[in-house]
C-alpha cells in the first residue's frame, strides 16, 4: 500500500496502478500466482505467456461492453489507450494479454486490427456490436485482471490516457522505429523496473 501511495502522491498514474492491482494480487491470491513466468525477463514477444484464445478484439469488445455497463463510453482513441494499459499490466506480470501488436500511433496506442474493426465508428463514441447497449456482462475468468485494470483507470479518469502514454518512454521509443511497434518487453521493462 506504501507503493501506491507513493506513486499517486509522485503523480505515477501507471505506478500506481500497477502497485494497486499487485497489492490485490499479493492479498488475494498470493504474489507468486500473479506473477508467473516473470522470474524469466522475456527477450521478445516469443517467450512471452500468451492465451491464444484472446485476441485483441475480443478484449476491446469486453471493454466496451464493461464501460457501457458502467455508463462510460469510449472512442477508438480511449480504447487505444486502454488496451495498452491492459497489456502493460499484462507485462508486469510476464505475459501478454493478445497476440496482436501496440502501434506507437500519432495520437495515442492502437491495435491496428482493432482500429480496422471498429473504422464505422470513426472518433465517435463505439457502441457495443451485436449486442444490447445495457446487457449484463458475463463473468469470464480470463478477464478478471482487465476487470480491475478498468476500475483503476475509472476511479482516475479515462480523459488524458493518451497524453499519458505519449509521455512514457514505450510510446517515445517505438516512435523513433520505422514499425513504431511499442513492444511487451519494452512495456515490461518501463512498467515493472
Request: charged residues 25%; aromatic residues 10%; proline residues 3%.
Amino acid at each position: 500500500m506504501e507503493i501506491l501511495i507513493t506513486a499517486l502522491v509522485a503523480g505515477n498514474f501507471v505506478g500506481a496502478l500497477c502497485a494497486s492491482i499487485i497489492a490485490y494480487y499479493q492479498t488475494e491470491y498470493g504474489l507468486d500466482k500473479y506473477k508467473k513466468n516473470s522470474a524469466e525477463t522475456p527477450s521478445d514477444r516469443s517467450s512471452v505467456c500468451i492465451d491464444e484464445e484472446l485476441s485483441a478484439v475480443d478484449v476491446a469488445k469486453y471493454i466496451i461492453r464493461y464501460l457501457h455497463s458502467k455508463e462510460l463510453y469510449v472512442n477508438i482513441i480511449t480504447l487505444g489507450s486502454l488496451l495498452y494499459f491492459v497489456q502493460a499490466q499484462y507485462a508486469v506480470g510476464g505475459r501478454s494479454c493478445f497476440k496482436e501488436k501496440i502501434i506507437a500511433g500519432c495520437l495515442s496506442a492502437e491495435v491496428q486490427e482493432v482500429r480496422d474493426y471498429f473504422c464505422g465508428f470513426g472518433f465517435m463514441e463505439i457502441m457495443p456490436i451485436g449486442e444490447k447497449v445495457r446487457a449484463p456482462i458475463t463473468p469470464d475468468e480470463r478477464m478478471v485482471l482487465v476487470d480491475l485494470i478498468l476500475e483503476k483507470i475509472i476511479e482516475h479518469g479515462l480523459d488524458d490516457l493518451s497524453e499519458l502514454i505519449r509521455c512514457q518512454k514505450p510510446w517515445r521509443e517505438a516512435r523513433k522505429t520505422a514499425e513504431h511497434v511499442i513492444t511487451v518487453k519494452s512495456l515490461r521493462d518501463y512498467f515493472f523496473n
